[in-house]
């Protein structure tokens, strides 16, 4: 068996995730990176070999392709710690990686997104005017973190597990969405455990 490849955008939280968790579990992991902005995951080759959908990233097993970010972390984390072995707590995991892409991302990690790399001047008016209701559900979805962070050092047990993987990524950028972290103590506290752990790598 071949080591996993990641095609990725290193600027996307969602493709650091998946390295992060390698990182974590000392995991051999290659990449192979695509300039989103420059439209390489839309290619014709991308869409017939790497996935139809045009999006990264992906992560390559053997010549098998599983997309979507935190498929691919529970892909990497098997029966490692970072997934507790609690059934129940198991769910709790869960719940807070679909939190993160149904409540998180969408908000801001698309406003980092708009903000930092495209540019408010070059948003469409559709895009504008969805700006305020982003950063509004943004801020609710900080808000249920620090809420929870305040009672708890980690979202799922006692230590750090794939929810709080999937989080770090965006919730550590977030000021480049115009979000503003210090009004959130327990995150910053969380945020500090997280870049200490063994094997933690930044994103670049």
């Known amino acids: 068996m071949s080591d996993p490849i990641l095609h990725e955008d290193p600027r996307s939280g969602n493709c650091y995730k998946i390295k992060l968790t390698a990182a974590l579990l000392g995991l051999p ?3 192979r990176q695509y300039d989103i902005l420059a439209g390489e995951t ?13 999006r990264i990233p992906v992560l390559e097993i053997d010549d098998r392709f599983l997309p979507e970010s935190n498929a691919a972390c529970w892909y990497l984390a098997g ?11 198991q769910a709790e ?4 990686m679909f939190f993160e892409q149904n409540s998180h991302e969408p908000n801001i990690a698309t406003l980092r997104f708009w903000l930092h790399f495209v540019g408010e001047a070059q948003l469409s008016p559709q895009q504008k005017a969805q700006m305020m209701a982003k950063r509004i559900a943004g801020c609710d979805a900080l808000a249920s973190m620090d809420r929870h962070l305040a009672k708890h050092a980690w979202f799922v047990g006692g230590a750090v597990s794939l929810a709080d993987i999937a989080l770090f990524a965006y919730t550590h950028t977030a000021e480049e969405g115009g979000f503003g972290l210090g009004d959130y103590p ?3 506290a969380w945020l500090d455990r997280m870049r200490g752990l063994p094997g933690f790598i930044p994103m670049q």
């Not at 995991?93 to 807070?96: A, F, Y």
């Open 42 to 54: 839309r290619t014709p080759e991308f869409l017939a070999n790497v996935n139809p959908n045009g």
């Open 79 to 89: 029966d490692s710690a970072l997934i507790p072995r609690d059934r129940f707590a």
């Open 93 to 96: 995991m869960l719940r807070w």
């Open 186 to 188: 327990s995150i910053g």
């Open 29 to 31: 992991l290659a990449t």
